[in-house]
């Protein structure tokens, strides 16, 4: 069994201190946004700042550098013959191929992004995490995924998923921290609502909902509340901390309401890729399938867009 | 793609107008009277105008009844209850209703799009809720048809005969589903009035009783003004009078019965309370709030339009508030995505602003996002009116429009005292996320209908209805059909 | 040879918040027997009386409607105990009322029979009256039974303990504090009910007997704007007529009983409990 301590105690006194979270009430407020109509230049406009957020992802234990090779190509050029399109944000990779990624876009303004600690469970030692954190910022690596220890949050050792996020924000040196919440493992909307606050304090720069690995992933409820809960930290604290969901969001029109969602939640100054990215691998062709739908006025096949 | 504005990767979003199609909505230049399974005109050939709020254009004209056409109705009914409708076994009697749900739902869009032209709400409200709302009450009453011995408890119910309905403007549809759903249900048959200012669905919903080949009389529609409505309560032949509007009406009516075999439901005007405990779930809550003042922009008789938000938090609800209502979009109801469409008729605006400016004069402190109104039409903002007490008229007085009286409180005795201390008792909220709370608070409220960490919510199986000035009797769910039933024993 | 005594006569006095005060108006009815002779003279109760009255039921009311059903329960079965102990008191006022000794006694035995039934209601009407209903949302929504509040009965023309019993007891049993307008050509009755329920365990202001006039009585009763409802029975066609034109300006409720529930027990008693009940419907989101 976990030993609570003193600090944890602590933690916990601020973190159930966080708004309650009525689930019933999130769902109804998240269907409503998904009832938000967005037609014609308001569709495209979006459609587009869509693309420029998505942190284009591959987590393959398949992968390899010629896999990442193609992915990157794609984030350069996500389409032969849209005029007007942005570049994705970023690509995201496991540390192994940030190398093969960063020489991929060294001409690019694209980010990379690497899963350190251990991913997707983090259930390895602390200091083979922070090495493995330090080995992918080495390589080239702009932006940091974390996993926290869920075990270690649901156990109530909340000042050890603390003091990793403190030390992993720390090896991390200049590249930006996304903590990953894995909410699917969380159990309920309040811990989801706690786990976001208890890594905003530990100095995340994003929080981010899921590896991808664990069902449900992103879904809008729970981006509902971690959006909220940066909302607070913002008019508690001032500071700034961006939203990552992750996993799921394969559809243009969801990723619409996402940023429907986003705008209505925390405003316009939160619409742009420094601020919210979509982590998706297969979110980006139906974005550009309805594009070229908006550009051509007809229906696409799936073919006509590359597949990496 | 020169038309489109340039690209923006920041910065404000802007949704495009999206507006739902009205070529579905058929509207006839004129609808008579719906008497014995026939659109007829006046016997004086008396007409107005229906509008659209949205534009102040004409819709269509409609029959205005009179004494002599209110008197037809009756006699309609009458007939149709004495030959048909009480002969009719119970089961297909049923049957009847469930093809009335399934009609309404065949036409869900056509319907919504009127509801949404005549009166003026968005078209996502009319869409989601009024009508398929107005369908399910239909589906749920159908089944009891042939149940009503376990509605009532030891007695054999009967039918009470001829229902005289009256309803208002804010929900037509949907009111006229609560209203002839439960009636016929119960075995009764019915002459009713829509409000004057949102006749269409009503009389579309004759159509689907033409269509759906119930038999003559069954349902009657007159359409008019209060003295049409005063003449069906004034009219020899009723057994029940169901009304739903203002609590003024309410009363005359009352007085109207009075002495008569008559029985009665009344539901009437609110003034509910919105309580907000400092350990609620406060962004919950918030969507809560504009749900349950800014839903078909304040006009329903279940609105909270008083805030009580706990001391220790009002301030941090508030901006979160103000925050939410600045992302409210307030325009052409047939935008799918219009949050608060337009004000019902003009008299009804010119009373929301008038009450707007009684709180400014008793001292509120006046707050709105500053959405822009289309330039035509009848459009209010979403209104906070801050730094009001108990004593102030906006805070005691039905206001019926998109405006939200904030207050604070610092006890829980103190929340229950102001939650109770008005002359209403439709409904109520509490927000706190103590269960001992919620039903301390639940039970304390001198309300009808309560709801607890959530707000405006409708369902055909839960009965609705008022204390005190908010009317007598209830409507939907079981206890709803024991309006339309003889209280005789077997 | 038995010395001469002289009785010592009762004033009959009004009940009202647990106390029996004189009518404040000083003024009285002669109660006479059927033959005419003088019998007593009974308080006639004024508006103000009544105001008062009111007063005591609308604070007696959340103490009595929080009381838990059980309780309620035991209060009213010790009403029954009280009347049935105080017998032959009932016997001699019902007689002077005008009923035969055979009536009166049946009169007395019903009533107390009835009071028993009630006292049974008290944790059952509840469940039989509430519903969970089956809303189609991630909800729990249930409807209860309210109490109404402040409650005035007009007790019936035809007199008899009965008549009294059988609105006084499913309003209170129901949570509802209660004035009864007691009939004027059977006042003594009502008092003796009323020191019955002094001496039961029913907390001062919950029941409260007024004797007097109905026609001055009533027009007060229906347009006082603290008395929530309206009991009755008999009321004639221009009475209803009065009831109901005052009544609507404050929504007053009136159900009227079945006149055969006020003559007799019968399978109606769920019927008078319900008819001063308001409901309540209550909603909460379900899930975690």
């Not at chain 1, 909340?158 to 921290?177: M, N, P, S």
């Not at chain 2, 009352?254 to 005007?269: C, I, K, N, W």
């Not at chain 3, 049946?106 to 089956?134: E, F, T």
Request: proline share 4%.
């Amino acid at each position: 069994m976990t030993e609570v301590t003193g600090t944890d105690q602590l933690w916990r006194d601020e973190l159930t201190r966080q708004p309650a979270v009525d689930s019933v009430g999130v769902a109804e407020r998240a269907a409503r946004f998904q009832t938000r109509s967005i037609k014609n230049d308001s569709k495209r406009q979006g459609l587009l700042r869509v693309l420029s957020m998505i942190d284009l992802t591959t987590l393959e234990g398949a992968d390899t550098p010629g896999k990442v090779r193609q992915l990157c190509t794609k984030a350069r050029q996500l389409h032969q013959s849209l005029p007007g399109l942005p570049s994705v944000a970023a690509v995201c990779v496991y540390p192994s191929l940030v190398e093969v990624a960063k020489a991929s876009l060294a001409d690019t303004d694209i980010a990379i992004a690497s899963v350190a600690t251990a991913f997707p469970s983090g259930q390895a030692p602390l200091s083979v995490r922070l090495e493995d954190t330090r080995a992918a910022v080495a390589a080239g690596a702009d932006e940091i995924d974390m996993v926290i220890a869920r075990g270690a949050f649901l156990a109530g050792d909340y000042t050890r998923v603390f003091d990793e996020i403190v030390a992993i924000k720390q090896a991390c040196g200049a590249a930006h921290l996304k903590v990953i919440l894995e909410t699917g493992e969380l159990g309920s909307l309040d811990n989801v609502r706690r786990a976001s606050w208890l890594a905003m304090r530990a100095g995340a720069d994003f929080i981010k909902t899921s590896t991808g690995k664990v069902q449900p992933a992103a879904t809008l409820a729970v981006t509902l509340v971690m959006l909220q809960a940066i909302g607070d930290f913002y008019r508690r604290t001032g500071k700034i901390i961006g939203m990552k969901p992750a996993g799921g969001i394969s559809s243009a029109k969801l990723a619409l309401h996402y940023l429907v969602m986003l705008q209505e939640t925390l405003g316009p100054e939160w619409m742009n890729k420094h601020r919210f990215r979509f982590g998706a691998s297969s979110l980006a062709n139906d974005v550009l399938m309805q594009l070229a739908r908006l550009h051509d006025g007809r229906y696409q096949s799936p073919q006509r867009f590359s597949r990496d | 793609m020169s038309e489109h504005s340039p690209l923006a990767f920041e910065g404000a979003w802007a949704l495009s107008p999206a507006p739902e199609s009205s070529e579905s909505a058929h509207i006839a230049d004129h609808y008579g009277l719906f008497i014995n399974g026939e659109f007829v005109d006046a016997e004086d050939g008396g007409r107005f105008d229906t509008l659209n709020p949205a534009t102040e254009s004409t819709l269509a004209s409609v029959s205005h009844a009179g004494q002599a056409d209110v008197h037809k109705a009756v006699q309609a009914a009458r007939n149709a209850y004495d030959s048909v409708w009480s002969k009719m076994p119970s089961r297909e009697r049923g049957k009847y209703l469930f093809r009335l749900a399934r009609a309404i739902a065949e036409r869900a869009r056509e319907f919504a799009v009127i509801e949404s032209m005549d009166g003026g709400k968005p078209i996502r409200e009319s869409r989601d809720i009024d009508i398929p709302l107005a369908s399910a009450h239909f589906f749920y009453h159908a089944g009891w048809a042939d149940k009503l011995s376990y509605a009532v408890s030891g007695g054999t119910p009967r039918a009470l005969g001829v229902a005289a309905q009256i309803i208002p403007w804010n929900f037509p549809l949907l009111m006229a589903a609560w209203k002839i759903a439960p009636a016929l249900a119960c075995g009764n048959t019915v002459v009713l009035k829509p409000a004057e200012t949102t006749p269409l669905t009503a009389l579309k919903l004759a159509e689907l009783c033409q269509d759906i080949d119930l038999p003559p009389g069954v349902v009657n529609i007159v359409t008019g003004a209060g003295d049409t409505g005063a003449a069906l309560a004034e009219v020899q032949g009723i057994d029940k009078l169901a009304f739903t509007g203002s609590t003024q009406v309410g009363k005359s009516l009352m007085r109207a019965l009075a002495g008569r075999s008559v029985r009665y439901t009344l539901e009437l005007g609110g003034k509910a309370a919105n309580v907000v405990f400092d350990d609620a779930a406060i962004d919950q809550a918030v969507e809560g709030i504009v749900n349950g003042i800014f839903f078909n922009q304040g006009h329903v008789c279940c609105a909270g339009s008083r805030l009580l938000v706990q001391e220790s938090i009002a301030e941090q609800l508030l901006e979160r508030l103000q925050a939410r209502m600045a992302s409210l979009i307030v325009g052409d109801p047939l935008d799918k995505n219009t949050d608060v469409g337009a004000i019902n008729s003009r008299n009804q605006l010119t009373r929301i602003e008038d009450y707007i400016d009684i709180g400014k004069t008793e001292g509120a402190t006046l707050w709105d996002a500053g959405q822009t109104l289309p330039e035509t039409g009848l459009f209010c903002r979403p209104t906070l009116l801050c730094d009001v007490a108990q004593s102030h008229r906006v805070v005691r007085e039905e206001i019926f429009g998109p405006v939200l009286t904030v207050q604070t409180f610092r006890t829980f005795d103190e929340a229950h005292a102001k939650a109770n201390n008005t002359r209403f008792g439709l409904s109520g909220g509490v927000w706190t996320d103590k269960g001992s709370k919620v039903f301390d608070m639940t039970r304390r409220m001198r309300a009808g209908v309560v709801w607890a960490n959530t707000f405006n919510k409708f369902d055909p199986s839960a009965p609705f209805g008022g204390f005190h000035e908010s009317g007598i009797g209830r409507e939907g769910g079981l206890h709803g059909l024991r309006a339309y039933l003889s209280e005789a024993r077997a | 040879m038995s010395e001469q005594r002289l009785a010592v006569a009762k004033t009959y006095k009004l009940f009202i918040g647990g106390k029996f005060p004189r009518t404040e108006s000083g003024r009285y009815i002669a109660f006479e027997s059927s033959t005419g002779e003088f019998v007593a003279n009974v308080s006639r109760a004024s508006r103000k009386d009544l105001r008062n009255a009111v007063v005591a039921a609308r604070a007696a009311l959340s103490g009595w409607c929080a009381a838990n059903a059980y309780l309620r329960g035991q209060i009213l079965y010790r009403i029954a105990e009280m009347v049935e102990s105080r017998q032959a008191q009932f016997v001699d006022e019902l007689m002077r009322e005008g009923m035969t000794r055979d009536a009166a006694q049946y009169d007395v035995q019903r009533s107390v029979d009835w009071l028993v039934h009630y006292a049974g209601w008290s944790d059952k009407y509840m469940q039989i009256l509430s519903a969970v209903n089956p809303v189609a949302s991630q909800h729990f929504c249930f409807t209860v039974p309210e109490p109404v509040g402040v409650v005035t009965a007009i007790a019936p023309r035809s007199g008899g303990l009965f008549g009294l019993v059988s609105v006084l007891a499913p309003t209170i049993v129901g949570g509802n504090t209660l004035i009864v307008i007691a009939d004027a050509a059977h006042p003594l009755t009502s008092v003796a009910l009323a020191e019955a329920l002094h001496a039961s365990d029913v907390p001062a202001g919950v029941a409260n007997m007024l004797t007097g006039r109905r026609d001055e009585l009533l027009p007060q009763a229906v347009s006082h704007d603290d008395i929530d409802a309206l009991l009755s029975a008999d009321l004639t066609d221009d009475e209803w007529q009065l009831a109901q034109e005052q009544g609507a300006d404050h929504l007053q409720r009136q159900p009227q009983l079945p006149t055969s529930a006020i003559r007799a027990p019968g399978d109606d008693g769920l019927e008078a409990i319900a008819c001063l009940q308001e409901m309540k419907t209550t909603w909460h989101p379900a899930a975690q």
